[in-house]
């Protein structure tokens, strides 16, 4: 009865992830590339966010959806090979997900910090660079998930799940012994606490900013309101992955304390590692007036042939350098 209930729950939640963030991901995909078609050049936070849309649908199609399945009832329908290349395309989009997020709080932060030398400096070569600093973060995180490549593979037939093992049921990770199932779960929390660091010291300098223009100091001389209302959706981002971070690794940190997990412990920590691809997209649009108005635009041009020109600018997506 308990199994019964358990894959019940799995099965409505991760449904509810796939059927919100799967159309909500690929609305922002398609919204920011149509701008992108009435705009000369796609503004910092516009690509930021446009990366950080495409990494959410690999970590929906690649977790959300298997677990989906197996939650209805299906069972060994990926191979060895198809295990390694779920579990590591999964984990390079959790990770950059991650990444992005920190990326898209740093560079606000820099939008809104003062008008002095370095940070005029720094406003100038940061946004051509966004590119390079992508390709890097890509770069890290596929030499830090290598071991998914080595450890994976489908699930026995006869149902038997050896000690160390990270059971998600359509496939497994099987860690040769105790060290090297500590030491890979160390090396993902040590670089997940360093991103979630620089998100959380991003936010702080950004709320600083805000008291600080709130309380008409001239430390955000001439900014505009647009960049307040960016700083305050990118808040909203980061403060969201912050909390289901945390959530998260109180059952990671569960699950390295153990060498059986419970399928349910596993089920929470995977759902809430999978809940900010599909809550992203939704914060995005609706704190987004731009991507928003066009979304509407569009519905409109659709059904009834109405007039799609660009509203007013964006809160998450219009910052002024």
Known sequence: MQTEARLVLKALGFICLVVV????????LLLF??????????????????????????????????????????????????????IFTYRIGRAMSICITALLGCYQSVSVAPATPFWNSLKRWL??????????????????????????ESPPANGSIPEYTLNLEFCIVVFPGLQAYVVNGVVYSVRDVVFVGLMVLAAAYMLLVLYRHRQQVKGLRGASQA???????????????????GLENVLWGYTLSVSRVLPAISDARVFFASCYSAL????????????AGNFRCFTCSKTAGGDSSVPEDSKIAHVSA
């Open 21 to 28: 963030g799967l159309p909500a991901n690929l609305s922002v």
């Open 33 to 86: 590339c149509r701008l992108r078609l009435l705009r000369s050049r796609v503004p910092p936070n516009d690509f930021i966010l446009g990366n950080l849309a495409i990494v959410n649908l690999i970590v929906l199609l690649c977790r959300g959806i298997p677990q989906t399945l197996v939650a209805l009832g299906l069972r060994h329908f990926i191979n060895d090979q198809g295990c390694k290349a779920a």
């Open 280 to 291: 992203s997209p939704v914060l995005i649009i609706a704190t987004n007036r731009r991507l």
């Open 227 to 245: 960049s307040v209302g960016a700083s305050q959706a990118v808040l909203l981002l980061v403060c969201t992955y912050v909390v289901l971070f």
């Open 127 to 152: 946004p051509p660079h966004l590119p390079h600093a992508i390709i890097l973060l890509y770069s890290l995180n596929f030499l830090v998930c290598t071991g998914s490549i080595l450890f994976s």
